[in-house]
């Protein structure tokens, strides 16, 4: 049975940093395409990061809003995926979600239906 399992949201204020974990069962990091998205209270879940295996190692892409703050990376040993998040903002605060997918999918995909497992999710809130 597959599982993702979130940690590392919490409370920060603005201009700081998180790092959020997603550590699946069931499913090895280094064979499938990770994800992360969030979903902000009266909004749709949205795409933030997107990891997808290639020949070389590993491929990302990132939402044009989180762009240049925020890092996709995984830990093999650890079989974890990390999202690294810098410079939050407050319309950063949302639940964030680990999700997965068969690897070697197509790259730059934003849609929530690419992705076939999710996790529960981990809350983040951004002070002002």
């Known amino acids: 049975q597959v599982q993702l399992v979130e940690s590392g949201g919490g409370l920060v204020q603005t201009g700081g940093f998180l790092r959020l974990s997603c550590a699946p069962s069931?499913?090895?990091?280094?064979?499938?395409?990770m994800g992360w998205f969030r979903q902000a209270p009266g909004k749709e879940r949205e795409f933030v990061a997107g990891?997808?295996?290639?020949?070389?190692?590993?491929?990302?892409w990132y939402a044009d809003s989180v762009k240049g703050r925020v890092t996709i990376s995984r830990d093999n040993a650890k079989n974890t995926v990390y999202l690294q998040m810098n410079s939050l903002k407050p319309e950063d605060t949302a639940v964030y979600y680990c999700a997965a997918r068969a690897p070697y999918g197509v790259k730059n995909a934003y849609s929530t239906r690419e992705y076939n497992y999710w996790g529960q999710g981990t809350q983040v809130t951004v002070s002002s």
């Open positions: 069931g499913l090895t990091v280094s064979r499938i395409d």
């Open positions: 990891s997808t295996i290639r020949w070389r190692g590993f491929d990302t």
